[in-house]
């Protein structure tokens, strides 16, 4: 059987029944990473030249403006002109000796940041390279992040962002949050193991921890522990414990964030204690677990109710970040957008697809007989949700863009930008959208003195687009946008991103996308899969 880190959650709030049984368990495998042999720099010093700027603070464009790095650190900022007028070259700063990149015409904003990565592979059933994961999501701007719960234990995450954090191989710098109940953990069954598992989980190098849940004793023990000893904390609130745990509850015991929507809103309900379920629901039948979880919201109280309002206001009271992963569940409104989505041919690994796939063995694979009724649900699902998250963001909460991906034909990076439009559907203007992705996802992970704007002293990390993402966020995605160009009356893909700038580093994104293309293709050859999209249904197949 595959046991996913998602699947954990099946057996969350029961501190005992799994762990248990795996206590004494050895750490999984290591999985190797090849060296860092993508980039240039850092350079001594490095002028982006000409571009126009999107600092992430929330400020509108500006620019032109010259960009200076030294080493690793912006060193300058400067206004050089005005749009379409030309630079006077007195005016800039000069280069003396180093590297300029013309960027003219181009944007230029901070370091994407993803609130909710994971980096799965053969503990989960995908079996992708981790370097495929890493650099999917660093083709798509995303520099730094946190990864909440892993497949590969502790140690070994924490050992992987050490070598991210010296640039010893291709990825964004990560944050480690390991799950509080992690087989690794053993048995956790009282307020003094808790607090033991939370010192472990900073002994061992992780900066914050992700909880599923637990019993009220042992969340409070842990969470007070957490804050005492600066361990950030998030939580996905896992149905089988948030009936004693909803986010009013864990937000009041010290939580400082969450993830995805659970515990939210079971703390809205006013006509009932405990969700509607049919009365044959199993929570381990996917199909059953989603299906009622796309019908949720609307048992919540309604946008603009007192109710509403009490929980809201609380929240913000309480300064508490979301992490709202609306693309980890958009393929439950629109299973044929999502499963055909026009990148799953060149760079969805097969074994990443077979996952996907209908599966009762694999976390995320509920479509066994996936209905119109249920995905009308859950477009009313998002309605709300989305309404939700909207004026949380309107009323100064802290919105982050979070992706989960690697579940539910949500793929790595691709996901990351999907997060950014669905964000824009729920209400974010396209500056917003952009300042939750940099500034406030720097804020949440608690690394915003490093990240998250353009400000001189931070770290170099950019995003470099050669067309106005404001305009259209759809060119962010590898796969770019299509466009008509009335010139020569032909269809073209325009867009993706043209440089990831991380610490100085400069990546040709263009070249990181074929390298992943090429380890999809070989794979595909090795298996014997013919060029084209892959089935859904099960045919005479490859060899997997």
Do not use: C
Request: proline share 6%; aromatic share 10%; charged share 25%.
């Amino acid at each position: 059987m595959r046991i996913s880190i998602g699947m954990q959650t099946m057996f969350a709030g029961v501190a005992l029944a799994l762990f248990a049984a795996s206590a004494g368990l050895a750490q999984p495998a290591a999985v190797a990473i090849p060296e860092r042999n993508e980039g240039e720099g850092p350079f001594e010093r490095l002028i982006l030249r000409g571009a126009y700027m999107i600092d992430g603070t929330g400020a509108p464009t500006q620019g032109p403006v010259d960009i200076v790095i030294e080493n690793d650190r912006i060193a300058e900022i400067d206004v050089v002109g005005f749009p379409r007028l030309e630079i006077d070259p007195d005016d800039r700063p000069p280069l003396n000796e180093g590297r300029e990149i013309d960027v003219s015409g181009m944007y230029v904003l901070p370091g994407f940041i993803d609130t909710h990565m994971h980096i799965h592979s053969d503990q989960t059933g995908q079996d992708v390279p981790p370097d495929y994961i890493l650099k999917l999501w660093l083709a798509h701007g995303v520099t730094s992040g946190r990864t909440v719960s892993g497949s590969h234990g502790t140690p070994w995450e924490v050992d992987v962002a050490e070598r991210l954090a010296n640039n010893e191989i291709t990825g964004p710098r990560i944050e480690v949050y390991p799950s509080f109940n992690a087989r690794e953990a053993g048995p956790i069954n009282t307020p003094e193991q808790a607090r033991e598992r939370i010192r472990e989980i900073r002994q061992m190098g992780a900066t914050g921890v992700k909880f599923f849940g637990a019993p009220e004793e042992i969340m409070i023990a842990a969470l007070d522990e957490a804050r005492e000893i600066g361990l950030n904390s998030t939580m996905h609130h896992a149905q089988l414990a948030v009936k004693h745990a909803n986010v009013l509850d864990t937000s009041a015991w010290g939580l400082r964030s969450m993830e995805h929507w659970y515990g939210l809103p079971e703390a809205l309900f006013e006509d009932r204690t405990i969700q509607h379920y049919p009365n044959d629901y199993v929570y381990q039948d996917e199909q059953h677990r989603f299906g009622a979880a796309g019908r949720l919201w609307e048992q919540a109280a309604p946008p603009g109710s007192d109710r509403w309002n009490e929980v809201m206001q609380t929240l913000l009271d309480r300064d508490f970040a979301l992490s709202p992963t609306f693309t980890a569940y958009l393929t439950s409104r629109d299973f044929m957008r999502t499963s055909r989505a026009i990148w799953h041919e060149t760079y969805t690994m097969p074994e990443l697809w077979e996952f996907y796939r209908p599966n009762r063995d694999a976390h995320g694979s509920y479509w066994f007989d996936w209905t119109l009724e249920d995905e009308i649900a859950w477009q009313e699902n998002y309605r709300i949700w989305m309404a939700f998250i909207n004026e949380y963001k309107n009323r100064g909460g802290k919105v982050s863009v979070g992706s989960d991906s690697g579940y539910i034909y949500n793929l790595y990076g691709f996901g990351y930008i999907t997060e950014m439009h669905l964000l824009r559907e729920a209400g974010f203007t396209p500056l917003e959208v952009i300042h939750a992705a940099t500034m406030v996802g720097a804020q949440v992970i608690g690394i915003e003195d490093e990240v998250g704007t353009i400000r001189v002293g931070k770290k170099a990390d950019f995003v470099v687009v050669g067309e106005n993402p404001l305009a259209n966020l759809h060119i962010l995605h590898g796969t770019g946008a299509i466009r008509l160009n009335d010139e020569t009356r032909e269809v073209e893909r325009v867009g993706g991103i043209r440089y990831t700038i991380k610490d100085g580093i400069v990546y040709d994104v263009p070249e990181l996308l074929a390298e992943i293309r090429g380890m999809v293709r070989a794979r595909k050859v090795e298996l014997g899969i013919p060029e084209g999209p892959m089935p859904i249904e099960t045919v005479a197949a490859p060899n997997l």
